[in-house]
């Protein structure tokens, strides 16, 4: 990455709002045990109390602080989401790649087999497997990479497919290299730029997925998260407004601070795209 | 600033239609140079034509787009002088009087006709649009208009064209309904952006006359933007030439042509290749050189030939045009190259020229006939099986913005093919610095990106590229028509030198019969897949068999301006 890209991308006052927020996050997140030495399970207090009265961010109906949830869940969130978008932008690339990269048959097969997946209503998909595949981590982390790879294959494609006919990867063709290496070392690397700003994008929605299973009590049994916390707290949404509002706003704020890095991301690396 | 020397007749023009003065454009802060466009000077007089000549870069495009204010404001904005229209300056004028002006006083045609011709709309439309626009006449009286105008710029069938969409004609005439639409409101000045840049050579010198016969008929100004030296000798009457925004010379075309004063625009001159045939080589005293490359009745087609209109369009004969029929690209041809010798094969686009070339070098796979490489037959072979005769024949590509890998460093560039060969790293490393002295680079370049060169610098990596596997052929598509002038005679010598010093044998592939008159002492012609004449460069000039031939080199434009003083070489038609 050239300087001219940093100063593009850090120079651009929503990203470095969305980065601050991100950071924080990212530090609660990791800094739990510290910031909050306890159980987010155990109950520390009586129930209902408000916030900023004892409690930061008060306690639930059972009296576990919220506090204590809200670093905790973060923990739980990001790693599902980040690893479940790994997963799927591996996945999803590899097979893009390949269709790319091959054509014709092979690239009929597999997109046949993206189709197949985006034709599925995904919210509803990503349900099935979990309660398929009974809740646990894994299962929500299977899940949602199961239902967010295709459009990662279909931008892989589209990018593999435009530079396979580019007149150095020709070049490369008559020197005699291999395809794998022309795949992996020529094409690839060129194809990156969309690839991480679509990965960054499915972060946002891999969290929303996470916490809409979560909410549904689908999620990872005995790890706190924001969406288990929404469903928990709904129905005292009347008397104790704060234990949906606080992890919902750490939802939004997350979700709109990975767009915002996400766009300019996109911003830096395709200079030439930018909307005033 | 050198302009204002010489320029006295110039300056002094009876009647101008347009007259810029001082005209200044700024680049925004980031650009390399503060202003595109340095206070520059020129008129353009009633029914003349004025070339502006300069290199990529050199801020003409900017400075005609800043008559018309196409700018990408505020990026590029005027930042100083006046534009003066029969005294009314277009500097200062609101943009209401601007949308008049623009299409009514003066119109503008455009270097690509297929990207400035809206494609969903017939072409019959996008005129009489024009019309509608700028006058109150009725629907009968603007299509009687709009068919006139296309009779003026001789498109065939005009009653037929109007219903017409841009990809149902041909590059050029799109071009004409470009002009017709230029021309409709009959302006007072035509500004053209290298309009047959983008066309074949015939079809320009077609396009070049129609310009000038119309400009004679309806006494039009003619500001014509060009980088090439031969479309100025043809049409202009006065030359100006630019380089990074300033007016270097400015003055009559006769005598900036013969007698160029700036130095710059001798260079310029002096890098258009002439047409003069090489000579032949000395006869080699050792022996007649053997066959190193056999083609035989190679044929291949695009498009699906078999399988014929579909079962819908069976059924319900007449609707739609179904699939496009099957292109024999290449149509048995047959060919042979001695070792050391070099052929260029010249031809328009779709004459099956790059496809031929691609065969040989097993980026496509010829449908029948043959093809020797020293004795090894290639067509059929499998991508693993062309892996050992990779280090026969190289290919140099045509843009070299697009044939080098953006992330890759040049020395890994150009070792990689030797690596791939067998040879080690280090060692190929070591070649390849060599290489680079020897394509006239600095050997510290091999641990720079790309990015980091100009378009000739990395042309000459690509050549070092395909020197490093030491190669028997060398193919070359197109390696300089993405060029600027100045630098492509350059690429031309070194790919000339490069031959003599390694024993290559050079297949070239151009449109350009200058670049093929350089580098070649053989000429093949093709035309629509099929070879039409062949022989020594100085045979085929001086004696065309083939219609088609002579039509070629009576359209390669500034041919008289080039003859003086060379007999050798070719006359143009009717002489």
Known sequence: ?276 | MTGSKHPASAATLADPVLEIRDLSVALPAWADRPLAVKSVSLTVGRGETLCVVGESGSGKSVMARSILRLLPEPHLRIAGGQILLDGEDLARADDRRMRQIRGGEISMVFQEPMVSLNPLMTVGRQIDEILEVHTNWSKAERRRRVIATFEDVRLPEPERIVGAYPHELSGGQRQRVMIAMSLVLEPKLIIADEPTTALDVTTEAQVLTLLKELQTKHGTALLFITHNFGVVAEIADRVAVMRYGELVEYGPAAEVLEHPQHPYTRALIDAVPSLVPRKHPKPDATAPSESILMVRALEKTYGRAASGPNWLARVLPGLGRGRRSAVKAVNRVDLEIRRGSAVALVGESGSGKSTLARCLIGLEQADAGSAMIAGDEIVGLSRSDWRPLRSRVQMVFQDPFASLNPRTKVGDIIARGAILQGVNPETAMDQARTLLGLVGLDARAAERYPHEFSGGQRQRIGIARALAVKPEILIADEPVSALDVSVQKQVLDLLDDLRRQFGLTMLFITHDLRVAAHVCEEIVVLKNGTIVERGMTADIFANPQHDYTRTLLASVPGRNWQRRGHPEAPAPLGQ
Do not use: C
């Open chain 1, 1 to 276: 990455m050239s300087t001219s890209f940093w100063i593009r991308f850090l120079g651009n006052p929503r990203v470095l709002l969305g980065l601050i927020w991100l950071g924080l996050v990212v530090i609660g997140a990791l800094a739990a045990p510290l910031i909050a030495p306890v159980d987010p399970f155990a109950i520390t207090g009586k129930p209902f109390v408000r916030p900023m009265d004892g409690f930061l961010f008060g306690t639930d109906s059972l009296g576990r602080s919220v506090w204590a949830g809200l670093v905790h869940g973060a923990r739980t969130t990001l790693l599902i989401a980040v690893i479940a978008t790994l997963v799927a932008v591996a996945f999803g690339g590899m097979l893009g790649a390949l269709s790319g990269f091959y054509g014709g048959l092979v690239d009929n097969l597999l997109m046949r087999i993206t189709e197949f997946f985006q034709t599925i209503p995904s919210f509803i998909f990503a349900i099935l497997l979990v309660a398929v595949l009974s809740p646990s981590a894994t299962s929500v982390v299977v899940a949602i990479a199961t239902v967010s790879w295709p459009p990662i294959a279909r931008i892989v494609r589209a990018e593999v497919m435009s530079l396979r006919s580019r007149e150095f990867i020709q070049a490369a063709v008559t020197l005699g290299e291999r395809d794998f290496v022309i795949l992996f070392r020529q094409i690839l690397p060129n194809a990156l730029s969309p690839l991480i700003v679509t990965g960054s994008l499915l972060v946002a929605t891999a969290i929303l997925t996470e916490s809409a299973l979560s909410f549904l009590g689908l999620g990872a049994p005995n790890f706190m998260s924001w969406g288990f916390m929404i469903g928990a707290g709904r129905s005292f949404l009347r008397d104790a407004w704060w234990l949906v509002a606080i992890p919902g706003i750490a939802i939004l704020l997350t979700v709109l601070s990975i767009n915002l890095v996400g766009e300019g991301l996109n911003d830096a690396l395709n200079p030439r795209l930018r909307t005033p």
